[in-house]
Nanobody, 120 residues
Framework: QVQVVESGGGLVQPGGSLRLSCAAS????????MAWHRQAPGKQRELVAS???????NYADSVKGRFTISNDNTKNTVYLQMNSLKPEDTAVYYC??????????????WGQGTQVTVSS
């Protein structure tokens, strides 16, 4: 079994910062990709940022220059540093892990989500 646990969400004022963390544990042989997605009320889930095990990153246009994704391969952990937050960043943020198990199969795992609310 694999567990994916997010932390770091909360309430912040516009212009503020938050740092999200996501740690994966369990029967993971290797992680291929780690990503953050978000879903606002009434909207579809969207990709925010992703990072490969080699460190290549990808960002949604709406967060470029404000958010930074990073990882620690030794801890199977991914982070999302969010600066200059806007009310439109309010959403539930989900961590997604794409990993290989010890049998060579590739799996996709989601965390339970963490709420980020940007409001004055």
């Amino acid at each position: 079994q694999v567990q994916v646990v997010e932390s770091g969400g909360g309430l912040v004022q516009p212009g503020g910062s938050l740092r999200l963390s996501c740690a994966a544990s369990g029967s993971i042989f290797s992680i291929r990709n780690m990503a953050w997605h978000r879903q606002a009320p009434g909207k579809q889930r969207e990709l925010v940022a992703s990072i490969t095990s080699g460190g290549s990153t990808n960002y949604a246009d709406s967060v470029k220059g404000r958010f930074t994704i990073s990882n620690d391969n030794t801890k199977n952990t991914v982070y999302l540093q969010m600066n200059s937050l806007k009310p439109e960043d309010t959403a539930v943020y989900y961590c997604k892990i794409i990993a290989d198990d010890y049998g060579g199969l590739q799996w996709q795992y989601w965390g339970q989500g963490t709420q980020v609310t940007v409001s004055s």
